[in-house]
T-cell receptor, first 112, second 117 residues
Framework: QQQVKQSPQSLIVQKGGISIINCAYE??????FPWYQQFPGKGPALLIA?????SEKKEGRFTISFNKSAKQFSLHIMDSQPGDSATYFC???????????FGAGTQVVVTP | NAGVTQTPKFQVLKTGQSMTLQCAQD?????MSWYRQDPGMGLRLIHY???????DQGEVPNGYNVSRSTTEDFPLRLLSAAPSQTSVYFC????????????????FGAGSRLTVL
């Protein structure tokens, strides 16, 4: 049973468009919410992260929106580029030992 | 600085065979972990360690053993491989402790793709 539910499973967006990936969680003890980006044949790498005391965090074209009351958070990729084509995982963490719960992943394809 | 190194990158086993996936990190991270990645399932934690001599189970530990004799190495052992263990395995490490921001950043290896026939 996944503690972090991620949608959609896959996403196709045109170059310049906006990609939106959503995640929902139940455990209110989660205190850190990162997004990881994974290219084919590679391990995931941290993209951007947010804590529950902040409603939004922006780094370049990537923005996390966080809704604590709804227990939801989302990743927005603005001005999507073909180089953004990858699998994106949301995650949540509960304690100090880096024990993360990951979502199922979203494969994003950006068409030229 | 190599980061997290996993070997082998690819392996084919027959049902019932045993093998060890190797993981080494050179960042002096206390925390190390093993995940498996399956389509539609995301990354699921198999086992983790918060320091040399200390290991604990994740959410899918059955069929796997680990040990942590040094800070640098965290091997994953498959005792008797089954087709259900066909997957891509990732080792990841981080610092530990809430006082250190690096505790929130997992550094992953490149993965080991295992096929069990």
């Amino acid at each position: 049973q996944q503690q972090v539910k991620q949608s959609p499973q896959s996403l196709i967006v045109q170059k310049g468009g906006i990609s939106i990936i959503n995640c929902a969680y139940e455990n209110t003890a989660f205190d850190y919410f990162p997004w990881y980006q994974q290219f084919p044949g590679k391990g995931p790498a941290l993209l951007i992260a947010i804590r529950p005391d902040v409603s939004e965090k922006k780094e370049g074209r990537f923005t996390i929106s966080f809704n604590k009351s709804a227990k939801q958070f989302s990743l927005h990729i603005m001005d999507s580029q073909p180089g953004d084509s990858a699998t994106y995982f949301c995650a949540a963490k509960t304690d100090s030992w880096g024990k993360f719960q990951f979502g199922a992943g979203t494969q994003v394809v950006v068409t030229p | 600085n190599a980061g997290v190194t996993q070997t082998p990158k690819f392996q084919v086993l027959k049902t019932g065979q045993s093998m060890t996936l190797q993981c080494a990190q050179d960042m002096n991270h206390e925390y190390m972990s093993w995940y498996r990645q399956d389509p539609g399932m995301g990354l699921r934690l198999i086992h983790y360690s918060v320091g040399a001599g200390i290991t604990d189970q994740g959410e899918v530990p059955n069929g796997y053993n680990v040990s942590r004799s040094t800070t640098e190495d965290f091997p994953l052992r498959l005792l008797s491989a089954a087709p259900s263990q066909t997957s891509v395995y990732f080792c990841a490490s981080s610092y530990s402790g809430t006082a250190i921001s690096g505790a929130n950043v997992l550094t992953f290896g490149a993965g080991s793709r295992l096929t069990v026939l």
